[in-house]
């Protein structure tokens, strides 16, 4: 039995590709991906959350300072109002209408008291001063002295004061570099403004409250900025950023177009921030509530940081168990696979163990009973190699016998040819030497009995050449040889020898060739010779009176050759059974006729040599014609004979 | 067509064959045609008788123990004394391709057996005619 | 007729050409707009923090933009003559001068027509600047102080001062300054001094000292003593022109206000000379006067031309009357802000 072991080694097993790795890898994927999905939606939920959460803080803080400013301005104007009280009012209208001293000096007590009111919000106090000046902008009494004399008619208030309480937004007064806002309420006696009372805020109290920052972690700040110019009214809580500078980012340049809302953007430090934006309209301030974006939401970190531990400790868990599970599956394909190689390798006795009742186990017992089958095909298959070569053996023995026994064959002829011939040619030989006169007188009975002698060696002669000649056809032995043939030559050779037995019997014999013949072809004479003068001796044979025709003609490409007689014919039945061995159309003609009974199986044997044919039509008592087709090969040029 | 009783006198023919009836034969029909016929029975024989005699003309047969025919015109062309005498195979062989064989190997052609009289002598003078030095055959080979 | 700014504009046309021709022989052809106009600026004093506007104007581009070639011309003392930008102005020497309004008024009394664009500064920066330290804290206290004052312009402000608040000017030991330092304050040679709180202010702090200021805006004399003129006649030929002119500067401004240590940094590539962190001081104090609220950049408003007038009249500085409304014109920032 031939075991190919080496048809392949077993193949190497790719780090990536192995099975216990996929499977790894998808348990992997299917612990991780979830995970991930459910980190990623419930980071996105959470930061939006606290995004909602920060931005509604935001709007909070910014909507309760905006009321807390305008609560605290309010208060003011109140404050102010409240001073103009009737019988205030009135040394105050005294005082307008007729400066004195002391009503000068009584009001200023008034309102340098005043001063000392502290802000509702905060412990500082309200007003850093109050004055009082005239429809004409005069300053008629302050809680500082230094005022008095002062005319404001250039201030920015002083117009719209004269109207109606009037609140100037933050601005920078000259030389003090110090920001003020001025609450005017407009003093009117009997419906007629005689003057205004004037506060000057004390700002202490708009920073206090900007800068308080509960509720806003540790990035977290308001501020408001100047629609001026944009710049800082209160401090930022960050340090570097001067208040005497102009700011521009999206939610101070909203705030200061009038608009409130939430929105994250860039701060003035270039931070991404949740901001609040808010118009304050009574101050004509935008109001920014403001919170880093990493603090707010830094909640969401600690859930993202949580998820992912979660999702580690998962992933860890999933490996370590499903790396238990994964062998089971792996190992039994390992083992059917170590199985398939030992079992390639010739051990076919290799069983695998069946250890689970599973696909894998249902696998296991199909390889072994493939294994099984498979040791009894192939100790079918040695038993039918060894039956077929053993016949080889035989057929090749008998291809030797066969080749021998022809060999043999060939030989035996050869040397049959010669051994027969010998003994003839002394029998013909002295045969003819006497009947020539060249061995002495013989009287005329001798000479008929020499004369028996010669015909029947010759007869035998015919006989051995005869069977000679399909012995040698038969064993592939008769060469057709092919030469540039004078036919016209050949068919009066075959005339003259014929003429003689033509004149014994008495018949007509004629000789025809169609011009149409070349005068060269190429064709073995010999043989042609032993078609034509075989059919023609049995035509004359068997022809007592008439004619015997022998006609050549070429047609197309063939030549024929035509023998018709008017002999005894052919019976119906005989007309094939007369062309092989031995046979003459019955026992009786034989001896009637003599002949061996081979010639027209050797003349069919020719012609089938030489690609032709031969046919035979007959009547009884008519006569007979055999027709003998052959390739026509012309030879164009004439080459010497 | 008769052949003249002369035709072959002061010929001196070798003939070789080891079947004596064969030998006979060929002996009888030259001898009657006027050759003086010297004999031997195998190739070796032959081959002294031709050293010894220089025959105008050898027959020999082929198939001949001792030394065949192919052995005795072998050893005929290498002897000098012997190259030039004409040798004309004499055999049962009929197979194809004996006669270039036998016109290779030397002979100057082949004749086959059986044979009649008649047609060996014919057979004969025309090879005979075919060679020069026999050109003197001319006549009296030919009577009505 | 030939019109001072021919010269200038062949000489920038010719420029650009030369210019043209050899980009064409170095590089592809780049299509050439219509030139720059060329413009002259005369400033009032010395490359300072009061330009500051100008040179922002011009480092920002904003004069490119508007196709402009300034040229802007120091000011202050030629051979120890002061540079007087209305001369300028009048003698076709500069486009624009920098100037107060007292002065365009003056002059238009005195038929010199030039006419105010726009006032850079809105608030008079003049103050009654004494020593936080000292008494001296109301126009009052001044009466029997010695003050120091410089005349022309400063002097008459501080007149109607006095005057306005009922002190007899007589009552007040006026004496002439002899430096434009701040040492005879510091040094008590003096009980008070007229200046400005964005120069002589700033100096006091910067000897070390709290400043106190009487602000003449505080008692109703405010003027316009930074404002950007020209002569009628130019004013009708290059209206377009000074338009552009003015959009620029007002850029500029607003540039200055946006970012003033931008605007330090560009005075002192001007005025190498000066200490930059005292410059910071004086434009920082500036601000205040350059963006009042309750008003835009670069307007003028008919009170502190009135205001002037009437101190110019009331103190016979001006004899013959004259329209003080025709000494500014709104009709460029108007333009610009679109009223």
């Known amino acids: 039995m031939n075991t190919s072991s080496s048809a392949g080694a077993p193949m190497k097993i790719r780090f990536w590709e192995q099975l216990s790795r996929r499977l790894f890898t998808i348990l992997l994927l299917l612990t991780i991906v ?69 009503g000068q000096t009584h009001i200023n007590g008034t309102l340098a008291n005043l ?37 404001v008619t250039r201030q920015p208030y002083y117009t719209n004061s004269l109207a109606n309480a009037y609140t100037q937004q933050p601005y920078y007064a000259l030389g003090v570099g110090q920001l003020t806002i001025i609450l005017t309420e407009p003093i009117t006696v009997n419906g007629k403004l005689v003057g205004v009372l004037a506060g000057d805020i004390d700002l202490a109290t708009l920073t206090a409250i900007m800068t308080e920052r509960i509720g806003l972690g540790e990035t977290g700040e308001t501020y408001l900025v100047s629609s001026d110019n ?58 920014l509530a403001e919170q880093d974006v990493s603090e707010a939401l830094a909640a969401t970190q600690g859930v993202l940081n949580t ?59 199909a390889f072994n009973q493939m294994t099984d089958q498979l040791t009894s095909n192939l100790k079918q298959l040695d038993l039918k190699i060894e039956e077929v070569n053993n016949t080889n053996a035989d057929l090749q023995v008998a291809t030797v016998k066969a080749r021998e026994a022809a060999r043999l064959k060939g030989e035996f002829m050869a040397t049959m040819s010669h051994e027969l011939r010998t003994p003839l040619n002394a029998m013909l030989g002295f045969s003819s030497i006497l009947l020539d006169s060249m061995g002495g007188e013989i009287d005329n009975d001798a000479r008929h009995m020499i004369e028996r002698i010669q015909a029947n060696s010759e007869r035998l002669l015919n006989l051995i050449n005869g069977v000679l000649d399909i012995a040698k056809i038969e064993a592939g032995r008769m060469e057709i040889v092919y030469k540039p043939t004078d036919l016209y030559k050949l068919v009066d050779s075959w005339r003259q020898q014929m003429s003689v037995l033509a004149e014994q019997k008495n018949l007509k014999f004629r000789v025809e060739i169609d011009p149409a013949v070349p005068a060269l072809i190429s064709a073995d004479g010999e043989r042609l010779s032993q078609i034509a003068v075989n059919l023609l001796s049995n035509a004359f044979k068997f022809t007592e009176q008439g004619s015997i025709i022998l006609s050549t003609r070429a047609l197309n490409d063939e030549l024929l050759i035509e023998v018709k007689d008017t002999g005894i014919g052919i019976p119906p039945h005989a007309t094939s059974l007369i062309f092989e061995e031995f046979r003459q159309v019955d026992g009786s003609s034989r001896r009637a006729y003599g002949g061996t009974g081979l010639g027209l199986a050797i003349v069919r044997n020719l012609c089938r040599m030489m690609d032709g044919s031969i046919r035979v039509t007959s009547e009884m008592g008519q006569g007979s014609t055999f027709i003998v087709t052959l390739p026509l090969k012309p030879v164009l040029s004439p080459v010497a004979t | 067509m008769t052949i003249s009783r002369t035709v072959l006198n002061s010929w001196t023919i070798l003939a070789i064959d080891d079947e004596p009836d064969s030998l006979e034969v060929v002996t009888r029909i030259l001898r009657f045609h006027g050759a003086s016929i010297v004999t031997g029975c195998n190739g070796q024989e032959g081959l002294e008788l031709a050293r010894k005699v220089h025959p105008h003309l050898i027959i020999s047969d082929i198939s001949m123990p001792v030394l065949d025919g ?27 391709g004996d006669r270039s064989r036998a016109i290779s190997a030397g002979f100057h052609n082949y004749l086959t057996k059986p044979l009649t009289a008649k047609s060996f002598m014919s057979d004969l003078l025309i090879l005979l005619l075919e060679m020069p030095e026999f050109s003197a055959l001319t006549k009296g080979v030919i009577n009505e | 007729m030939l019109t001072p700014h021919m010269p200038h504009r062949v000489v920038a046309i010719l420029l650009l050409a030369g210019f043209g021709l050899s980009a064409c ?76 309004a007292s002065d365009i008024l003056v002059a238009r ?73 701040v040492d005879p304050l510091l040094k008590g040679d003096v009980d008070a001094l007229v200046g400005w709180v964005i120069n002589e202010g700033v100096q006091v702090r910067e000897a070390g000292q709290e400043p106190s200021f009487m602000l003449m805006s505080d008692y109703g004399v405010d003027s316009y003593d930074f404002v950007l003129f020209t002569s009628d006649q130019s004013l009708k030929t290059h209206a377009d022109t000074y338009e552009r002119f003015i959009r620029a500067v007002l850029a500029g401004l607003k540039d200055e206000i946006a970012s003033p240590d931008q605007a330090a940094a560009y005075i002192q590539s001007y005025a190498k000379n000066l200490d930059p962190k005292g410059q910071y001081s004086r434009l920082q104090a500036s601000i205040p006067l350059l963006n009042p609220p309750n008003t835009k950049l670069g307007m003028m408003g008919d009170a502190n031309w009135a205001i002037s007038y009437k101190i110019l009249t009331d103190q016979k500085i001006i004899t013959t009357p004259i329209d003080y409304k025709s000494a500014y014109t709104l009709q460029i920032l108007n333009k610009i802000y679109g009223q």
């Open chain 1, 34 to 102: 979830p995970l991930v999905v459910v980190q990623f939606i419930t980071l996105r939920q959470t930061s939006d959350q606290a995004q909602k959460q920060v931005f509604s803080q935001l709007e909070s803080v910014s909507s309760l300072k905006a009321n807390e400013l305008n609560q605290w301005l309010a208060a003011g104007h109140s404050q102010i109002r409240a001073i103009l009280a009737p019988d205030t009012t009135q040394n105050i209208n005294n005082l307008i209408s007729a400066p004195t001293d002391e």
């Open chain 1, 115 to 151: 001063t000392s009111i502290a802000a509702t919000i905060g412990k500082t106090r309200l007003f850093r001063d109050i004055f009082l000046y005239n429809a004409d902008g005069k300053v008629l009494a302050s809680s500082n002295s230094a005022d008095i004399g002062k005319i």
């Open chain 1, 230 to 287: 944009n710049y800082f009214l209160t401090p930022s809580r960050f340090d570097g950023f001067s208040l005497t500078r102009a700011y521009h980012t999206n939610g101070i340049d909203k705030a200061l177009a009038g608009q409130s809302g939430a929105a994250i953007y860039a701060d003035y430090r270039n931070i991404s921030v949740l901001g609040y934006y808010r118009w304050i309209p009574e101050l004509q301030v935008g109001l």
């Open chain 1, 307 to 365: 998820s992912l531990l979660i999702g580690v400790v998962s992933a860890l868990v999933a490996v370590v168990i499903g790396s238990l599970y994964i062998a089971q599956v792996t190992t039994p394909v390992r083992e059917l696979a170590q199985a398939a190689i030992e079992i390639t390798n010739g051990n076919l006795a290799r069983k695998v163990q069946i250890r689970e009742r599973n696909e894998i186990g249902l696998l296991a017992q």
């Open chain 2, 70 to 96: 192919w052995g005795l015109i072998y050893e005929l062309k290498k002897d000098r004394t012997t190259l030039n005498i004409p040798a004309i195979a004499l055999t049962a062989h009929a197979m194809p």
């Open chain 3, 25 to 100: 022989n170095a590089a592809p052809v780049t299509p050439t707009h219509a030139p720059a106009d060329k413009l002259n600026i005369q400033l009032a004093w010395t490359h300072e923090y009061s330009s500051a506007a100008f040179y922002a104007a011009e480092k920002n581009n904003h004069f490119q933009e508007q196709n402009l070639n300034v040229n802007l011309i120091e000011g202050g003392f030629k051979d120890g003559k002061y540079i007087v930008p209305i001369d300028q102005v009048l003698n076709n020497t500069v486009d624009f001068g920098m100037g107060s």
């Open chain 3, 109 to 181: 009394s005195q038929g010199k027509s030039i006419v105010a664009l726009a006032s850079i500064m809105q608030r008079s920066p003049l103050a009654v600047i004494t020593l936080a330290k000292s008494n001296v804290q109301r126009p009052t206290d001044l009466i029997g102080k010695k003050v120091a004052v410089s005349d022309g312009g400063a002097n008459q402000v501080f007149t109607t001062l006095l005057t306005s608040q009922g002190i007899d000017p007589t009552k007040v030991n006026t004496i002439p300054r002899a430096t434009f330092g």
